[in-house]
């Protein structure tokens, strides 16, 4: 009988130095998009400004590379929470709208997402949707914080779910989690946004996680559109999303998909990133 041994979690010093590219490219697609994203473009725009800046940076759309699915971006607008398609839709004033992307660098990944929401259009929803991804982004940070003392990776989960609680009446969406990330964009443990029985596994130098709490102005319930892809609120809340990828390393953690490491986020909450050694 042949025994096939699962893949570990945990990640050798070196193959965690290896993820320190690709979270960085996929820093710098998101932040080309930050630059053109602006009411009167459409989605397919920025998925071009994505893909140019990976593939001008060495690396892959590692979008790209999931069955089925040949965009560099998820674009998701208003009451869509995840996976929303890239295509002809114009953006509009006053729209909340989340942007995923991922890059591959010599088969190592990385996965990160923010919300915007675009000037102009009704101020007072507009104020109600950035209130949505302050929360959201908040809960991201706390997340992420929260990993730098975990004993055990459903900590993080805890701590996302109070930090959403503490500012209001907010739905955490439970169908959609984090996930592992290394050769794989996806892979092994799953990261919850919310408190789940048990400890999970244990965070210890080599774990490498990305963190994306996705939050509702609404309903938790969603359903998938027709092109099987966008999943949006049943009741047409808005909905907001962030995501980083992390690093657990010996001597603390480092954000691989920010260019200060997650300094800025974390110094807040008096945590300290560490460059991976």
Known sequence: ??????????????????????????????????????????????????????????????????????????????????????????????????????????GWNGDSAFTVVLPGGDAHRAAARQRLSDTTERALWHGIAALATAKHLHDVGAAVEDAIEETGDWGIVEDFTGHGIGRSMHEDPPVYNHRVRGGGPAVKPGLVVAIEPMVTAGTIDSSTDADEWTVRTLDGSDAAHWEHSVAVHADGIWVTTAADGGAAGLAPLGVTPVPIP
């Open 1 to 106: 009988m042949v025994r096939f041994r699962k893949p570990s979690i945990y990640k050798s010093p070196e193959e965690l130095r290896a993820m320190v590219r690709p979270g960085l490219l996929t820093a710098q697609a998101l932040d080309a998009v930050r630059a053109s994203i602006r009411p009167g473009v459409t989605t397919a725009e920025l998925d071009a400004v994505a893909e140019q800046t990976i593939r001008d940076g060495g690396g892959i759309p590692n979008f790209q590379l999931v069955p089925g699915y040949r965009h560099t971006l998820c674009v998701s607008v208003n009451d869509e929470i995840v996976h929303g398609i890239p295509g002809d839709r114009v953006l509009q004033p006053g729209d909340i709208v989340s942007v995923d992307a991922g890059a591959e660098v010599d």
